[in-house]
């Protein structure tokens, strides 16, 4: 059973450019989490989506972010008009069930460089 | 709002020697899981050890123990016999619901 995949694993965008960030939960697993960590901080919550649906975007900025969890295939973190500050490794964690008590697994993380 | 801090920025411990990392977090709930997760050089978040909040009893895998002092919010790690491979930065998390919080991280250094 793979775990939580994230590619690319590492992306080099120029400023005001597009960056898609895709995660493919493990097996049976419907509940996607995407975090962000800054260099040298703890991870930050963005967005919490089950199939179809964006559950808590309580993190997420109100501009140039969003995410999806599509019936089919993976969740994509949308980024767009890129800038320097957005600079950061994205990771994505999956859960089988919602909950306190739900560990959620964690992917390998996306490494974002914005020139 | 619930915070969870990490005091030390950065820890050393010789090897085979015990180190504790600090964490305290603020909550007013009562139902919470709290977590320690290792991030080594490869950047995966790897579960150390987790509490539930109800539990009276502190957790303890192998060589990783936790003191969970619930009535002071705290929720420090204790690695025994510390090996090479513990180097890595730990993180604190709280977790009720979906709200799921990280503290900024503790850099552990194991000297042989």
């Known amino acids: 059973n793979a775990g939580v995949m994230q590619n690319p694993r590492h992306l080099v965008r120029r400023r005001g450019q597009e960056a898609r960030l895709r995660c493919s939960p493990m097996?049976?697993?419907?509940?996607v989490y995407w975090y962000r960590q800054l260099p040298e901080e703890g991870l930050k919550f963005m967005v919490y989506l089950q199939k179809e649906n964006i559950i808590d975007e309580s993190g997420m900025p109100k501009e140039r972010f969003s995410a999806e969890f599509p019936k089919e295939g993976p969740s994509i973190l949308r980024i767009q008009q890129v800038v320097r500050g957005d600079s950061a490794a994205y990771f994505c964690?999956?859960?089988?069930?919602?909950?306190?008590?739900?560990?959620?697994?964690f992917g390998p993380g996306t490494r974002l460089t914005v020139l | 709002a619930q915070t969870v801090t990490q005091s030390q920025p950065e820890m050393s411990v010789q090897e085979a020697e015990t180190v504790t990392l600090s964490c305290t977090y603020d909550?007013?709930?009562?139902?919470?899981?709290l977590f320690w997760y290792k991030q080594p050089p490869s950047r995966q978040m790897i579960l150390v050890i987790r509490?539930?909040?109800?539990?009276?009893q502190n957790a303890t895998e192998n060589r990783f123990s936790v003191n969970f002092q619930k009535a002071a919010k705290s929720f420090s790690l204790k690695i025994s016999d510390s090996q090479l491979g513990d180097a890595a930065m730990y993180f604190c998390?709280?977790?009720?619901?979906?709200?799921?919080?990280f503290g900024a991280g503790t850099r552990l250094t194991v000297k042989p």
């Open positions: 097996k049976g697993h419907s509940h």
């Open positions: 998390a709280y977790r009720r619901v979906n709200d799921m919080r």
């Open positions: 909550t007013s709930e009562s139902d919470y899981y």
């Open positions: 964690a999956s859960s089988a069930f919602t909950g306190t008590s739900e560990e959620q697994f």
């Open positions: 509490q539930e909040a109800y539990k009276q």
